[in-house]
């Protein structure tokens, strides 16, 4: 039988447990690790199985995203002047639906955390 080397961290009094247990057997520290690994091993129930679902709950992303797509693709093949004032209509539609009140909302994207990171700074030191 092959033997493997490990390494392991136990609490102080297992490990005195452990000892104790050898030296009253007759046996090494490892030999006792070992037949406790077995017994745990032999006495755990199996795994459960996972089983997918029959439909996922996310089904529907796959048509919004197809959907996005399309308006994405159908957006590329105005001109960017047509975009622009497609872009303003939708802003006028918004406005009218939903009118501005007090401050604008603003949405910042950042590539990485660092770049927010950097941006959170500079604006604390010109605050």
């Not at 009253?24 to 679902?53: F, G, H, K, Q, T």
């Not at 406005?95 to 007090?102: A, C, D, I, K, N």
Request: glycine residues 2%.
């Amino acid at each position: 039988m092959a033997h493997s080397r490990i390494s392991i961290t136990l609490p102080r009094d297992v490990l005195v447990a452990a000892d104790k247990r050898a030296r009253d057997l007759d046996r090494s520290r490892s030999w006792v690790i070992a037949e406790a690994v077995r017994a745990y091993v032999a006495a755990a129930p199996p795994p459960a199985r996972v089983r997918e679902v029959e439909a996922p709950p996310y089904a529907a992303v796959q048509e919004v995203a197809d959907v996005r797509r399309h308006h994405l693709l159908t957006d590329l093949k105005r001109s960017p002047a047509e975009r622009l004032q497609r872009a303003e209509e939708l802003s006028r539609l918004a406005r009218q639906v939903r009118p501005l009140r007090g401050r604008r909302a603003q949405v910042i994207g950042f590539d990485s955390y660092e770049d927010f990171y950097e941006w959170k700074k500079a604006r604390r030191a010109g605050a």
